[in-house]
């Protein structure tokens, strides 16, 4: 079964870091892309950030352009957001999602369960 | 960006009845449409991908078409755990968009 748990979230002060972790089981996590998809309260679900199976291509929505990153680890089948300048508006759940494919952006299934983060001083 | 609207925002439906609720894509976007249900406190969970095809174990009740800017989803006759919110996905072009969901709830 595939499985994905993401960890990290918290809440930090505008302008703090954080850097939110997935863990992938249940497939071969090489082979596909990653996403980060966030959800503010009461707010419609938002794409953040994709990665390509390989690392590469990587993409941001312009709303974290600048200020986040993503990035993966194969060889622990993990994904990771490092969050940087954040702001209230970041506040949100942020779910891990497998892409369909290897590379862009398709698809989503599955979720992760999501982690919770707030951002207010 | 490409903007999906949902409509309607809230649809009050009786279990056993058809629902029926929209996406509209703010430009052309092939049959490149999702849509995924979300319970509350749950992640959401894809039911269709690429405008029509069920995601493995979705029951045969949910259907999806449309192709261009006009999508679909239907629910043939409501059961009690598809009382949920149901939300679009356009992946054509980046950034992926989602709408902003319909709610199907107990009439």
């Known amino acids: 079964e595939e499985n994905l748990l993401e960890s990290g979230g918290g809440s930090v002060q505008p302008g703090g870091s954080l850097r939110l972790s997935c863990a992938a089981s249940?497939?071969?996590?090489?082979?596909?892309?990653m996403n980060w998809v966030r959800q503010a309260p009461g707010r419609r679900l938002e794409w953040v950030s994709n990665i390509g199976g390989s690392g590469g291509p990587i993409f941001y929505a312009d709303s974290v352009k600048g200020r986040f990153s993503i990035s993966r680890d194969n060889s622990k089948n993990m994904v990771y957001l490092q969050m940087n300048s954040l702001r209230a508006e970041d506040t949100a759940v942020y779910y891990c999602a497998k892409d369909s494919l290897s590379v862009g952006g398709h698809w989503l299934d599955p979720w992760g369960q999501g982690t919770l983060v707030t951002v207010s001083s | 960006e490409i903007v999906m609207t949902q409509s309607p925002a809230t649809l009050s439906v009786s279990p056993g009845e058809r629902a029926t609720l929209s996406c509209r894509a703010s430009?052309?976007?092939?049959?490149?449409v999702a849509w995924y249900q979300q319970k509350p406190g749950q992640a959401p969970r894809l039911l269709i991908y690429?405008?029509?095809t069920r995601a493995t174990g979705v029951p045969v009740r949910f259907s999806g078409s449309g192709s261009g800017t006009d999508f679909t989803l239907t629910i043939s006759s409501l059961q009690s755990e598809d009382f949920a919110v149901y939300y679009c996905?356009?992946?054509?072009?980046?950034?992926?968009?989602f709408g902003g969901g319909t709610k199907v709830e107990i009439k």
């Open positions: 690429a405008a029509s």
């Open positions: 996905q356009q992946y054509d072009v980046w950034p992926l968009t």
């Open positions: 430009q052309y976007v092939e049959s490149d």
């Open positions: 249940g497939f071969t996590f090489n082979n596909y892309a």
